[in-house]
């Protein structure tokens, strides 16, 4: 059974910076590109960074791109997400992805984890 | 390009509904659309992938389409049940922006 359990979510001030772990399970983690998307509470989703099976390419939607790192570890079956300089309008629920062999869309989610970004 | 939903939509149990996914600019042929629904309190599943393609454990009762004429995909839930009110999002990849998702459908099953 595929498996992604989202961790490292909480509240900080904005500027903070908090990093996001998904672990995971059920696959051959390293043959899958990984992503992570969000959703502020009662909105839509939005796609937030991508990252290829070997770490090579990595994507980010406009509004995080110089603030947000996404890495993984093959070898730990893990994603992460490096989130810097952090805003208020970060502040949504961010979702762990497994993505289809091209990284074309998403297949399995993991359950989340909350940001909040107050003062 | 952007994908736009209805806002809401509403049937009775055992009847159809169409939930609607419009693309503005480009073909709606050119890349798969996904579909996910999800429920209160949970995380998005997965009931429709490549236009149509149905993974496993999703009834029958739900399909996806495509129509090149008016530049949208459809999801059709057949047989409504009260468990099928959710939220629904089509996806679409980009080139330019990656993932693009619509803004969701409310379904309410009355």
């Known amino acids: 059974e595929v498996q992604l359990v989202e961790s490292g979510g909480g509240l900080v001030q904005p500027g903070g910076s908090l990093r996001l772990s998904c672990a995971t399970s059920g696959f051959t983690f390293s043959r899958y590109w990984m992503s992570w998307v969000r959703q502020v509470p009662g909105k839509g989703l939005e796609w937030v960074a991508n990252i290829k099976q070997d770490g090579s390419q990595k994507y980010f939607v406009d509004s995080v791109k110089g603030r947000f790192t996404i890495s993984r570890d093959n070898a730990k079956s893990s994603l992460y997400l490096q989130m810097n300089s952090l805003r208020a309008e970060d502040t949504a629920v961010y979702y762990c992805?497994?993505?289809?062999?091209?990284?074309?869309?998403?297949?399995?989610w993991g359950q989340g984890t909350l940001v909040t970004v107050s003062s | 390009f952007m994908l736009t939903q209805p806002h809401s939509v509403s049937e009775s149990p055992g009847k159809t509904v169409i939930v609607s996914c419009t693309r503005s600019?480009?073909?709606?042929?050119?890349?798969?659309v996904q579909w996910y629904q999800q429920r209160p309190g949970s995380s998005p599943t997965t009931v429709i992938y490549e236009d149509s393609q149905r993974p496993s454990g999703v009834p029958d009762r739900f399909s996806g389409s495509i129509d090149s004429s008016s530049n949208s995909a459809s999801l059709t839930i057949s047989g409504l049940k009260t468990e099928d009110e959710a939220d629904y999002y089509c996806q679409s990849y980009a080139s330019s922006d990656f993932w693009v998702f619509g803004g969701g459908t409310k379904l309410t099953v009355l």
């Open positions: 600019s480009g073909s709606i042929a050119s890349n798969y």
């Open positions: 992805a497994r993505s289809d062999d091209y990284g074309d869309y998403p297949d399995y």
